[in-house]
């Protein structure tokens, strides 16, 4: 007794049981897809008079028909189907057959549009859907593809265009991607520069239409900026390609730097001298404390522009003669230390 199967699409399968193996199927399908089965005999057997079927993993699930129609597999998985054919002498015959139902949705393909920034183009096309039950083949007009890149990886060296199609026996997946070198764009701030009491230099990335720019500590926006203190500079530069390079130059304060104390101060809400500060030039940090003549501290301070405003908590110092400790760092590092007394003037 053989059985005959087929999809309803139209692709016919001749199927005969004692060719059949342990569990290997004899059909592979997509989900939800309709099979019509059918039971004959040969020329030499007995005429089959009633039948059974049973379809696991199918709706339905079961039937008497001989050729029963519309059987539905909306689950994946491998499914066993068994006929049991009862002949005109009584005897019967059991025959089964596995049936495979997959999935063959595909997965979103990750490949895009692709930009290399660099000299040379060394990459790897990677098209995802990596199953068994996936073909694929991948094609290009502008660079030899061969018949042996039926992967879903594929490396390239070369700028074009790539287009990969994948198959399987439930449909097909096309996506086509350019791979272009992009344009790197060229910055030169120049050598490192001394300049004295952060003398205002102007820094220059040079303007290309279609670049931006963005620098370093500045916030700027702008092909060209004023540099008014010294310290290092960055600008990293960025092609319309989205190609970016970066420079940076150090503006060093080379003047020796300058420190003054008052020897007096008069807080009465008038300028000038109403604060007690130093005065400075090329310094980067301050430490300041003020004690009275008795050693307790007054006032301390690290900002650059602070100074004491002749009150201590809330209320108005004495006059009198206060001492005043000096600690700073320069901006090429050197540390000085200041010790000196001073009057408050009321």
Same mark, same amino acid.
């Given at each position: 007794?053989?059985?005959?199967?087929?999809?309803?699409?139209?692709?016919?399968?001749?199927?005969?049981?004692?060719?059949?193996?342990?569990?290997?199927?004899?059909?592979?399908?997509?989900?939800?897809?309709?099979?019509?089965?059918?039971?004959?005999?040969?020329?030499?057997?007995?005429?089959?008079?009633?039948?059974?079927?049973?379809?696991?993993?199918?709706?339905?699930?079961?039937?008497?028909?001989?050729?029963?129609?519309?059987?539905?597999?909306?689950?994946?998985?491998?499914?066993?189907? %068994?006929?049991?054919?009862?002949?005109?002498?009584?005897? @019967?015959?059991?025959?089964?057959?596995? =049936?495979?139902?997959?999935?063959?949705?595909?997965?979103?393909?990750? %490949?895009?549009?692709?930009?290399?920034?660099? #000299?040379?183009?060394?990459?790897?096309?990677?098209?995802?859907?990596?199953?068994?039950?996936?073909?694929?083949?991948?094609?290009?007009?502008?660079?030899?593809?061969?018949?042996?890149?039926?992967?879903?990886?594929?490396? %390239?060296?070369?700028?074009?265009?790539?287009?990969?199609?994948?198959?399987?026996?439930?449909?097909?997946?096309?996506?086509?991607?350019? =791979?272009?070198?992009?344009?790197?764009?060229?910055? #030169?701030?120049?050598?490192?520069?001394?300049?004295?009491?952060?003398?205002?230099?102007?820094?220059?990335?040079?303007?290309?239409?279609?670049?931006?720019?963005?620098?370093?500590?500045?916030?700027?926006?702008?092909?060209?900026?004023?540099?008014?203190?010294?310290?290092?500079?960055?600008? @990293?530069?960025?092609?319309?390609?989205?190609c970016s390079k970066t420079d940076d130059i150090n503006l060093i304060d080379s003047c020796p730097p300058v420190v003054w104390l008052p020897n007096a101060f008069t807080p009465n809400d008038a300028d000038p001298n109403n604060i007690y500060k130093p005065y400075i030039e090329g310094?980067?940090?301050?430490?300041?404390?003020?004690?009275?003549?008795?050693?307790?501290?007054?006032?301390?301070?690290?900002?650059?522009?602070?100074?004491?405003?002749?009150?201590?908590?809330?209320?108005?110092?004495?006059?009198? =003669?206060?001492?005043?400790?000096?600690?700073?760092?320069?901006?090429?590092?050197?540390?000085?230390?200041?010790?000196?007394?001073f009057h408050l003037i009321r």
């Open positions: 007794m053989k059985l005959k199967l087929h999809i309803i699409l139209g692709i016919f399968i001749f199927l005969v049981f004692n060719q059949l193996k342990g569990q290997t199927p004899s059909l592979t399908i997509c989900k939800g897809t309709d099979i019509n089965y059918s039971e004959y005999n040969t020329g030499s057997s007995l005429p089959s008079v009633s039948w059974f079927w049973t379809f696991e993993g199918a709706t339905p699930s079961t039937s008497t028909d001989r050729n029963p129609q519309k059987i539905n597999y909306p689950n994946v998985g491998l499914f066993k189907t %068994i006929c049991i054919s009862t002949f005109n002498n009584g005897a @019967k015959d059991t025959g089964e057959i596995y =049936v495979l139902v997959i999935d063959g949705t595909f997965t979103n393909i990750p %490949i895009g549009d692709t930009t290399i920034c660099s #000299n040379s183009i060394n990459l790897t096309l990677d098209a995802g859907n990596n199953l068994p039950i996936n073909k694929f083949l991948w094609s290009s007009p502008d660079a030899p593809v061969t018949a042996k890149d039926t992967f879903n990886k594929l490396a %390239i060296n070369q700028a074009g265009t790539y287009s990969v199609k994948i198959t399987n026996i439930c449909g097909t997946a096309t996506k086509t991607i350019i =791979v272009k070198k992009g344009t790197m764009p060229f910055v #030169n701030l120049g050598g490192d520069l001394f300049v004295c009491r952060n003398i205002s230099l102007i820094l220059d990335a040079g303007f290309v239409a279609g670049h931006t720019y963005s620098w370093t500590p500045t916030l700027e926006t702008t092909p060209q900026i004023t540099a008014s203190l010294a310290g290092n500079y960055k600008v @990293k530069v960025t092609s319309a390609d989205g310094f980067k940090s301050l430490r300041m404390f003020i004690y009275n003549r008795w050693g307790q501290k007054m006032y301390e301070t690290t900002d650059l522009n602070g100074g004491w405003d002749g009150f201590y908590l809330g209320d108005p110092a004495v006059e009198g =003669v206060y001492i005043c400790l000096l600690e700073l760092i320069g901006n090429d590092t050197y540390r000085k230390m200041l010790k000196t007394n």
